[in-house]
């Protein structure tokens, strides 16, 4: 993992099994399946749910700094501890729950390289045991939406002045074949396509079968082959943000790309926006 601009973004199974007593970490799974961690997790690992935990109940935004604050406080979660995130479909949503740390400038977080799925493979230890941390007094700034989020009316005024865009999603999403990813419901937006512009770089070609991510070189050839290159600025983007979060996460960790924005609101958003432009 040394090939990488930041090698200590990831932590391998080997280092986590010899560091899960380690009072300076959290570990932390979130997935898809908000029911998966019931079933069986990593010793220590709390859960963060993506939708009860992350998001607002009633408007699309995340949380605020104050609930955000007593989140991590009730999860025994300091500023001073690095997390650990870990979770299903090769990490999506470990990296989703990696960037929104980041909105609120928890920077100290690292993905497990392989997520659960390589974890359970390699025959390591799961428990049903729910762990629960003393409390801490976690004060986070606000929610900073300007450096790595990006909204509309960003994603507008980027296209309008040429900026590379990636469209992570299936190519049948991008052609407008499929409004979802396939083997789901064909739903969530009334119109199919892509942003104009944006090259198709689907997620899972930056990881390997195991769930493991590619080499940096082998990752500097796939987004260079579309353009994708550190000297420009990049709004990544999928269905609701998570596989772009994924997208994110390699952009920004393991090449050290510095000008890279998560577009969260994403096909949903634009696939059901009036008069926003469409490409097939």
């Known amino acids: 993992m040394t090939n990488y601009a930041n090698p200590n973004a990831l932590v391998s199974t080997d280092w986590l099994a ?9 570990i932390v799974e979130s997935n898809e399946d908000q029911l998966l961690y019931g079933t069986g997790h990593i010793p220590g690992a709390i859960h963060i749910d993506w939708v009860a935990d992350l ?3 009633l408007t699309r935004d995340y949380l605020d ?25 090769s990490n999506w ?34 428990t049903r045991e729910v762990v629960a941390y003393p409390a801490t007094r976690y004060v986070a700034p606000e929610r900073d939406d300007k450096t790595i989020r990006a909204f509309r009316d960003d994603v507008l005024k980027h296209i309008r002045a040429g900026g590379a865009l990636v469209d992570v999603r299936s ?7 499929r409004m979802h990813m396939p083997d789901y419901p064909n739903e969530g937006a009334l119109r199919g396509g892509h942003i104009p ?5 689907p997620w899972a070609q930056a990881v390997r079968e195991d769930g493991t991510f590619k080499s940096a070189d082998d990752l500097t050839a796939l987004y260079g082959a579309k353009a994708i290159t550190p000297d420009k600025e990049i709004v990544a983007y999928c269905r609701i943000g998570e596989r772009s979060s994924h997208t994110w996460f390699v952009l920004t960790h393991l090449l050290g790309f510095k000008h890279v924005r998560n577009y969260d609101g994403s096909w949903t958003e634009w696939g059901n926006g009036v008069g926003l432009p469409v490409e097939k």
């Open 18 to 26: 010899a560091n899960l007593s380690d009072p300076s970490i959290r």
């Open 55 to 57: 998001n607002d109940s």
């Open 65 to 89: 700094a104050k609930r955000f604050s007593a989140l991590l406080s009730a999860r025994g979660i300091g500023p001073e501890h690095t997390v650990i995130f870990y979770g299903d479909k």
């Open 93 to 126: 949503w470990a990296c989703y729950a990696l960037w929104v740390f980041a909105l609120f400038g928890h920077t100290n977080a690292k993905i497990l390289n392989g997520g659960r799925r390589k974890w359970a493979e390699e025959g390591r230890p799961m």
């Open 171 to 177: 190519p049948q999403e991008y052609t407008g074949e």
């Open 197 to 201: 512009g944006a090259k198709s770089i």
